[in-house]
C-alpha cells in the first residue's frame, strides 16, 4: 500500500470529527481542503520515504555482491559482509532475499560453485585443492553442496564437460 493502513485510519477518524464541528459550508469546504493537502503531503512524504529505503536496500545489495564476488575464494559469514558494509545482519539478509530473491547464503553458494565450475572446466586444480581454495571446511562438504547447485558431483562435472585433449 502507499501509506500504512493504521495511519490512514486515524487520519480519517481525526478528519471526520473536524468535519462535524463545521456548522458552514465555507468552514466544511476548508477543513476539507486542509484534509486533502495534508493527506496529499503525507502521502507523497511516505513514497519519498519509501523510495529512499528501496535506493538503500538496492545500494546494500549491491555493496554485498561485491564484497561476495572479492571475498569468494575465502568462507564467508553474514555477520562479516554485513558488518562490511555497516549495516545489521538481519537488516541485511532481510533487503537482499527481497531485492534479490534468494538469500544471501545462497548467493554466496552460486558464486562458489560457479568459480570451482571455472576452475574445474579451466584449470588443473583438483577437488581438494579447489574445496580448500573457496573455503569450504571440507571435501565431502564441497561435493555435497556441488551436487545440490548442479545435479552432478564434480566427478561427473568434469567427466561431462571439460575438454579432452589428446
Excluded at 466544511?28 to 495534508?38: M, R, V, Y
Excluded at 572479492?70 to 559482509?81: A, D, G, N
Excluded at 573457496?134 to 548442479?150: D, E, I
Amino acid at each position: 500500500g502507499v501509506l500504512p493502513f493504521e495511519v490512514a485510519y486515524a487520519m480519517s477518524d481525526s478528519y471526520i470529527a473536524s468535519f462535524e464541528k463545521c456548522r458552514d459550508h465555507n468552514a466544511l469546504n476548508e477543513k476539507f481542503t486542509q484534509a486533502c493537502l495534508s493527506f496529499t503531503k503525507l502521502v507523497y512524504e511516505h513514497k519519498q520515504a519509501m523510495s529512499d529505503r528501496k535506493t538503500q536496500a538496492n545500494y546494500h545489495c549491491e555493496k554485498a555482491k561485491a564484497y561476495v564476488y572479492k571475498h569468494v575464494q575465502e568462507k564467508i559469514e553474514v555477520k562479516e559482509i554485513a558488518d562490511a558494509i555497516g549495516v545489521t545482519p538481519n537488516y541485511l539478509s532481510a533487503v537482499f532475499r527481497k531485492n534479490e530473491g534468494v538469500t544471501l547464503s545462497q548467493y554466496v553458494m552460486q558464486k562458489k560453485i560457479s568459480r570451482a565450475k571455472r576452475l574445474f572446466l579451466y584449470s588443473d586444480l583438483t577437488k581438494p585443492e579447489i574445496a580448500f581454495c573457496l573455503g569450504f571446511s571440507s571435501q565431502s562438504h564441497f561435493g555435497k553442496v556441488f551436487r545440490q547447485y548442479t545435479g552432478m558431483t564434480p566427478k561427473e562435472f568434469t567427466e561431462k564437460l571439460k575438454p579432452k585433449i589428446d
